[in-house]
C-alpha cells in the first residue's frame, strides 16, 4: 500500500508564502501526483496536479499564485503558495495516483492532510 505524507502546513498572514510537500513510500505505482483541499462545511476541491511528464491543471483560484512541482526524486510533489489568501485556508491533501487526472475521486492514494490558515 502507497503511503503519502505531507508537510510544511502552518499559520501565515494574508499575502504570505507557504511551501507544501509530499513524499510517496513508492514510485512504481504513482504517475501522478497533485494537492486537493477541503475548507469547513465544503467538498475537496483540486487546487493542482501534475504528471510525471510535467503536465499540469491548476484551479483558476489559484493560477499565477499557486505552483506544483515534481521533486528530482519523483515520489515527492512540491506547493508552493504565494500570495496567500483568508479563502486559501484549509486542510490541504496530497494525492497520488498511476492515472493521471483531475477528479479526486479518480486518485487511489491520498495523504493524512495538511492544515493551512490563512489570517487577515
Known amino acids: 500500500q502507497v503511503q503519502l505524507v505531507e508537510s510544511g502546513g502552518g499559520l501565515v498572514q494574508a499575502g504570505g508564502s507557504l511551501r507544501l510537500s509530499c513524499a510517496a513510500s513508492e514510485i512504481f505505482s504513482i504517475n501522478a501526483m497533485g494537492w486537493y483541499r477541503q475548507a469547513p462545511g465544503k467538498q475537496r476541491e483540486l487546487v493542482a496536479v501534475?504528471?510525471?511528464?510535467?503536465?499540469?491543471n491548476y484551479a483558476d483560484s489559484v493560477k499565477g499564485r499557486f505552483t506544483i512541482s515534481r521533486g528530482n526524486a519523483k515520489n515527492t510533489v512540491h506547493l508552493q503558495m504565494n500570495s496567500l489568501k483568508p479563502e486559501d485556508t484549509a486542510v490541504y491533501y496530497c494525492?497520488?495516483?498511476?492515472?493521471?487526472?483531475?477528479?479526486?475521486?479518480?486518485?487511489?492514494?491520498w495523504g493524512q492532510g495538511t492544515q493551512v490558515t490563512v489570517s487577515t
Open positions: 494525492a497520488g495516483d498511476r492515472y493521471y487526472s483531475v477528479y479526486a475521486a479518480e486518485y487511489d492514494y
Open positions: 501534475i504528471s510525471s511528464s510535467g503536465a499540469t
